[in-house]
């Protein structure tokens, strides 16, 4: 297992209740999609029809719009954040929420979906998040190799003195 | 950095930082353009209708398994203009390691001097300050380029790596990418490490 000191690290007991909590608001809202992702934009789970859509650069924009849109909360005098945003398309609806301090929720929305519902969904979500991420995860169990998989020099010379030239090698 | 176990997938933030036209954004078309295919994402630039970046360009790119492990790097840059701070602070939110590209010519350093300033002020408010840092003194090939010995009196690198390029012509780049991600790595090793129970 990995076992870092910083940054966001669920366990795959969390991790499976966050796909489960998705899984309910996908059903009971019928989204599109729902994504989580860190506040820097980093990919945590996706729930719905995803294909086609880029995922990864669609949470970096989310994740930078709703620091933008922090800020001009602060810049404007709000004590407290602009917690939620809402995109309207033409056919599909894009809300954007903070999930505390360290998570951000994508959903896209058929245009006609109640917002009202969308907005009640999302704060219960938005809770039930909370709950689970920020329950400290079980005790890991103490085996020797517990720390399976970490990045050893070796490792590491590996990538960067034989293979890291060979994923640069295009035009 | 979020590590996704169900993929076995460490994720780590790279923002390229620096003064107005310094060459981020030029530094990551390079490395996106000659990235393969298969490693690489799309590369997104949220610019200005003079192609000056407005918010932030961004992609992504993962360098196969080491170890157990897919290190997928997200790489940003920064918009370099004096009025974008705000912006520039909300693009290092939960970087894992940043490139301070230089810009070399002689009439650019107030520039650098401010940008670096306002890097080291915004990490620091970020509680940052220990991230890698990799300096790229970028432009080198200008005829109006000051060498790096010289920069280095005026901009404070201390021991960070530091690396003379010319993005335009690739120079460096590549040099500047692999010291940051080997940092940034040794970084993450280090803290493995220094946590595991005597």
Redesign the interface.
Known sequence: MFDLPAGLDLSMEQLDQIDRCLDEMLWETEAHCILLADISGQLISEKGTTQGMNTAVLSALAAGELAATNELARLVGEPARFKLLLHEGERQGVYLSDVGEEMILVAVFDISTAIGMVRLYIRKIVKDLLAITQTPPPPKPSKQNHNDGLLSTDDLDDLLSTRFDAFFNGE | ??????L?Q??L?IVYYGPAMSGKTTNLIL?H?????D?R??L?S?KTNEDRTI??D?M??E??K????T??F?L?TVPGQVYYA??RK??L????GVVFVVDSQAGRLKDNLESWDNMKRHLHELGLENIPVVVQFNKQDLPGAAPVPMLRQFIDVGDYPLFAASAIQGVGV?DTL?AV??SV??Q??N??V???PA
């Open positions: 950095m979020f590590i996704n176990r169900r076995r460490l994720n933030k490395i353009k000659r990235a393969n295919p490693v994402g799309e997104v949220l918010f932030f961004y992504q790119m360098l196969g080491i170890g157990g492990l290190p997928n997200h940003y705000a912006t909300l693009v939110r939960g970087a894992d590549f692999k991600i080997t790595l040794t993450v090793s803290q493995v220094s946590k595991r």
